[in-house]
């Protein structure tokens, strides 16, 4: 007997309420970009600035222990990450720590350094301190910068990417889906104000991939039923299209969240930001393949027989209001 979470055969109808689906999307992201505006994002150390150290000690390394050793100097955002190498010794157990800027300082003072030595001394006696290296407001600046660009020329790409394969309308649906996606994760993350790092950036361009690929999967049963359905009305072909794909999507995505929500529970603090990050982009991504990415296709009309156009393709939301 196979699992099913959603039954065969679902008729379901998606766009019998267009308009609030839309509606609700363009609030959330008037509410992201706001809050965005408003409050900002909660930077990390790529993209504030701050200092790195490595330390050493035969003794295996515990976050816990060096987190609460540091905790009691108040130095705002401190990672502490353990460093996995196969050509380290059995008693070589290498960490690193960052240390954000504090406010009105391009980096680190060597005093503050001094007192997270002093502390870490206090429960790692034995513990050598490697190297120190300090990332300047310069070098976060242009972080900021590359990763922005890297964001837009994902996107950009998606739209030659869908172009190509599909038609233009096709690709409008898809990177608006897109840009819809991201607003939304960046706006979730200025409004709880969830540390921003570069690994964020890793899951934005993540969830990119992820929500182009559901999105794919719908558009191609689109194309494929436009030939096979040619005298049916587009909305009732991408109602059909979505239907098909439905259980494929629901059960994606659900195996995707039982495996980041486990990761979110059990993997610790250093990657609880990213895996979030995927969680929230996982829902919406789903979300916008369905409902916005093929509600703008349904608006924007295709091409019959892919060589006529659709005469009702403007037609197509007046005759669901009717």
Do not use: C
Not at 186 to 195: C, H, K, W
Request: glycine share 6%; no cysteine; net charge negative.
């Amino acid at each position: 007997m196979r699992l099913r979470l959603v039954k065969q055969n679902t008729n379901f109808d998606f766009f019998s309420r267009w308009k609030l689906w839309l509606g609700i999307s363009a609030l959330m992201m008037v509410v992201a970009f706001a809050s965005f505006m408003i409050q900002g994002l909660n930077f990390g150390i790529d993209f504030r600035g701050g200092t790195t150290i490595r330390t050493e000690s035969p003794l295996v390394v515990d976050i816990g222990e060096y987190r609460e050793a540091i905790d009691t100097l108040g130095l705002g955002d401190v990672s502490i990450t353990e460093v996995f190498d196969p050509t380290f010794e059995d008693d070589q157990n290498v960490a690193m720590i960052r240390i954000q800027a504090q406010d009105g300082q391009e980096a680190v003072t060597t005093q503050v350094i001094a007192d997270v030595q002093a502390a870490l001394r206090t429960v790692r006696p034995d513990i050598q301190f490697i190297s120190v290296e300090s990332v300047g407001p310069k070098v976060s600046g242009e972080l900021i910068q590359t990763a922005v660009i890297a964001v837009v020329l994902a996107i950009g790409a998606v739209l030659v990417y869908i172009w190509l394969r599909f038609e233009w309308q096709f690709a409008v649906g898809a990177v608006l889906a897109l840009v819809h996606d991201v607003i939304l994760t960046i706006g979730v993350f200025s409004e709880l104000q969830i540390r921003f790092d570069l690994a964020i950036i890793a899951a934005l361009l993540t969830i990119v991939g992820y929500s182009l690929n559901d999105t794919v999967v719908v558009f191609d049963r689109v194309r494929e039923n436009l030939r096979k359905y040619k005298k049916k009305p587009l909305a009732e072909v991408l109602n059909i299209s979505i239907n098909e794909t439905l259980s494929r999507t629901f059960m994606t995505s659900v195996t995707t969240l039982l495996a980041l929500i486990a990761l979110f529970v059990l993997g610790g603090d250093v990657i609880r930001g990213f895996v979030f990050a995927m969680i929230w982009g996982v829902i919406v991504g789903t979300y916008s393949s369905v409902f916005v990415a093929s509600a703008v296709l349904l608006y924007l009309g295709v091409k019959r027989d892919w060589s006529k156009p659709d005469a009702n393709a403007g037609n197509q939301f007046a005759n669901i209001d009717a």
